[in-house]
């Protein structure tokens, strides 16, 4: 018996999937945790008259996560992702990040020898 693959069941247009896809949640995560935690500690340096309900110390938990989750989602947060990419991203994937969205990842810490387009 002979099997052949049929190839019409294939797309042809599949779209090509990311490497750094899961590297890039990651980081995204740590810096939204990172940033959270911050403006929580920095809402605590506020003088107050009196003590926040509970009600409002949720509201303010909330939108701290909120805040956070912007941040690290934008381009210009507060640069945390691209330290952790450049940690966290296996050597031999650093040469696809830094090309594949250099607007994004401009200071990641590529080694000269991966640096084959000079």
């Known amino acids: 018996m002979k099997i052949t693959p049929d190839t019409r069941a294939l797309p042809t247009n599949a779209p090509k999937t990311n490497p750094i896809k899961p590297y890039e949640q990651i980081a995204e995560g740590m810096e939204t945790t990172f940033t959270q935690h911050m403006l929580a500690e920095m809402r605590k340096t506020i003088p107050k008259e009196g003590q926040d309900s509970p009600a409002m110390d949720y ?3 909330l939108l701290d996560t909120e805040r956070a989750q912007l941040m690290a989602q934008s381009n210009t947060g507060l640069g945390v992702k691209k ?7 296996p050597q031999h994937m650093k040469q696809y990040l ?3 969205h250099p607007e994004v990842r401009q200071g990641l810490a590529v080694s000269p020898k991966e640096n084959t387009n000079e």
Do not use: A
């Open 59 to 61: 509201y303010n938990s």
């Open 83 to 89: 330290v952790i990419l450049d940690q966290i991203v």
């Open 98 to 100: 830094k090309n594949s």
